[in-house]
């Protein structure tokens, strides 16, 4: 059975920085573009990243451009965000998800269970 696990949330000030990663199992991580979703306390999901499967094409939502770096390591089927000069905008339960392409949303199935990242200002 695919899963998918988020890590590396926490409570961090504006400006501060974390690293969030998520781990594969039960499919192979390297066959599968990959991307992050984030849902803010009473609005929807943003997508607000995505990664090829090698790593050489990126995709980063207007918000998160220049602060956020995705990147994935497929030998230990794990994908990351470093989130740097963060923002109470930034506030989140972060999700990984398979996505079918990198210039497209991930499907809204099969995420995993998120990490939830707070910024205080």
């Known amino acids: 059975e695919a899963q998918l696990v988020e890590s590396g949330g926490g409570m961090v000030q504006t400006g501060g920085s974390l690293r969030l990663s998520c781990e594969a199992s039960g499919f192979t991580f390297r066959r599968f573009n990959m991307s992050w979703v984030r849902q803010a306390p009473g609005k929807g999901s943003e997508w607000i990243s995505s990664i090829s499967t090698t790593g050489d094409t990126t995709y980063y939502a207007d918000s998160v451009k220049g602060r956020f770096t995705i990147s994935r390591d497929n030998t230990k089927s794990t994908m990351y965000l470093q989130m740097t000069n963060l923002k109470p905008e930034d506030t989140g339960l972060y999700h990984c998800?398979?996505?079918?392409?990198?210039?497209?949303?991930?499907?809204?199935?099969?995420w995993g269970p998120g990490t939830q990242v707070t910024v205080s200002s």
């Open positions: 998800a398979k996505a079918v392409r990198v210039d497209l949303p991930p499907r809204s199935d099969g």
